[in-house]
């Protein structure tokens, strides 16, 4: 196979530069996304993100994938009445993406160069024993990630993650104003205020108590 593969890009549909390309697929980081809730953002992956995708496939329904997830570190499949679509984290995308094809694999794709493979790692803990929540919505840390010895960039630009349960029974007290719940809880006053907007509960009617009139 040529391995000179344009990443983020479906072949055999993909023509090269300048060159017609028809999509019939949407990408496995749409589809990984939307899995773990990024694109609505109620609740998000700690652990795997779209920078571990290193390649995905589309296979008929009808034909048989499970060797293709017994090798991946990690995997997903997405299904739907005319095909299904794997997606995984491998060491060697090209090899893997190989075997795919002689399986019967219609399209495929390959991810950037920057993309590493996942690895599970036990969670970090405070010294109470409680879980330490990563610091950004996809459950990036910033540290460097090397892989084969090149370096990985960091992961930059995306937003805080915080407890959103911890957050709203303080909207729902009303008693801190939203500057100080952003400091408290490590996140921008406009990520509180939008926050508080999207669970009915702004300044004004977070603390309404309802009262029940009695008449004789």
């Known amino acids: 196979m040529n391995e000179s593969l344009v990443a983020n890009k479906w072949y055999p549909h993909y023509k090269g530069p300048g060159r017609s390309y028809h999509n019939p697929y949407p990408t496995p980081q749409s589809i990984l996304r939307a899995a773990v809730g990024a694109d609505e953002y109620k609740f998000v ?10 390649a995905s496939v589309i296979l008929p329904v009808d034909v048989p994938f499970q060797h293709l997830l017994s090798e991946a570190p990690w995997g997903m499949t997405y299904t739907t009445k005319e095909w299904r679509m794997i997606i995984v984290s491998v060491i060697d995308p090209l090899r893997w993406i190989e075997l795919a094809r002689a399986s019967g694999a219609v399209a495929w794709m390959k991810s950037h160069s920057q993309t590493y493979t996942y690895n599970w790692e ?3 803990r405070d010294h109470t024993g409680s879980k330490i929540r990563p610091g950004n919505s996809l459950g990036v840390t910033a540290a460097n990630r090397h892989e084969n010895g090149h370096k990985v960039r960091k992961d930059r630009g995306r937003p805080k993650k915080f407890d959103r349960d911890a957050l709203l029974d303080d909207l729902r007290e009303n008693i801190k104003s939203h500057t100080d719940l952003a400091l408290k809880h490590g996140v921008s006053r406009f990520t509180v205020h939008k926050f508080a907007q999207r669970n009915g509960l702004t300044k004004i009617n977070a603390n309404v108590k309802t009262q029940t009139h009695c008449t004789t």
Do not use: D, F, K
């Open 45 to 54: 992956s700690e652990t795997v993100t779209t920078e571990h995708i290193r």
């Open 122 to 124: 036990p969670p970090v």
